[in-house]
């Protein structure tokens, strides 16, 4: 009509992404939730990189932080309970060739999702797996999390917990072929912005943990770590997370650390009286799952359907 030519094809021509191009929903965290730090660090590092973000996914378990996908403009598949990892892992095995994000919880990743996130780390897929531990469950109103403090009261244990938490760093740097470790809080914007670039540039799993604000349901485990720089130490390295003098000034306490060495990053995320927040360990040579587990996947449907026949003879009597 008048003259107008459609453009009827589905190529997605290159440009500059904003953004607004990663953005979703308008996010329905409470004010105040360190989620909100979270998203915006991960918009920032998409804009950044000019992902496109139809080659993106953003997958999630269940927990206020799993609402992650429902805020971002890439792909996304809001899952079940603990099952965040498997999802993650089916899409790499698939399409390789896209970036997954997860978003994931300590209740999530830590309690019911605890036997997938061991296979996870264990299979070094290319992916980002960021977990939001506000050592306490949020969306369900409070009960006792595998990271809450010992003493700490919630609704499970009214007198406080009573056995002390799980360490996600010491069990995470564990496990065969852990490739990439690393621990941030959420209201150091510039140092969680470094660590998720820094994350997503990794090449196999990188696991980070982040220490997040929940004012509504755990706000004194969040406030006495504020209050109290000298509970951090700040690794810093030339291998590591890129720092600035912000990042710095918050941390007054600060360390070399290469994060090739592994004994080494096991000490220092064994030692309760400092959190180590930096890049812990970074092995980018440990071999990745789905350079086996994609093989095929460019395959024709006829080629499938042969392939399978194929297998299927063997198994003739
Ligand atoms: Fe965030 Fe806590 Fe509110 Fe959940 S309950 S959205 S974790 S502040």
Redesign the pocket.
């Known amino acids: 009509m008048f003259g107008l030519k459609a453009d009827w094809s589905h190529e997605v021509f290159d440009r500059y992404f904003t953004i607004g191009d990663y953005a979703g929903g308008e996010a329905r ?2 004010p ?4 909100h730090a979270v998203l915006s660090a991960a918009h920032r590092v998409l804009r950044d990189e000019q992902q496109k973000p139809e080659l993106s996914v953003c997958v999630s378990g269940i927990g ?2 799993s609402r992650m996908p429902h805020y971002m403009g890439t792909y996304g598949f809001h899952g079940l309970h603990g099952r965040a990892l498997p999802v993650a892992c089916g899409i790499k095995s698939r399409r390789p060739e896209l970036d997954v994000w997860v978003a994931t919880g300590d209740g999530d990743c830590f309690s019911i999702g605890a036997g997938h996130w061991i296979h996870a780390i264990r299979y070094n897929m290319n992916m980002v797996v960021m977990v939001f531990d ?1 050592a306490i469950y ?2 369900t109103k409070a009960q006792t999390s595998p990271t809450t403090p010992a003493g700490f009261k919630t609704n499970t244990h009214p007198t406080g917990a009573i056995i002390a938490p799980h360490n996600p760093l010491t069990i995470t740097l564990g496990i065969t072929n852990a490739s990439f470790v690393a621990q941030v809080v959420d209201w150091n914007p510039p140092l969680l912005y470094e660590t998720l670039k820094a994350a997503y540039r990794h090449r196999g799993t990188s696991f980070v943990r982040i220490i ?6 755990s706000d004194k485990f969040v406030k006495d770590l504020q209050n109290d720089p000298s509970r951090f130490l700040l690794l810093e390295h030339e291998q590591g997370i890129a720092m600035n003098e912000s990042i710095q000034r918050q941390f007054p306490e600060r360390l070399q650390h290469d994060p090739s060495d592994l004994g080494r990053a096991f000490q220092l995320a064994a030692d309760d009286s400092r959190l180590p927040v930096g890049l812990l360990y970074c092995n980018p040579a440990a071999p990745r799952y789905e350079d086996f587990s994609s093989q095929g996947a460019d395959l024709t449907p006829q080629q499938r359907l042969t392939e399978l026949e194929t297998v299927l003879d063997r198994l003739t009597i």
């Not at 105040?32 to 989620?35: A, W």
Request: hydrophobic share 25%; glycine share 18%.
């Open positions: 965290w409470c105040g939730c360190g989620d206020c932080s506000n949020g969306l997040q604000r929940c004012p509504v349901f």
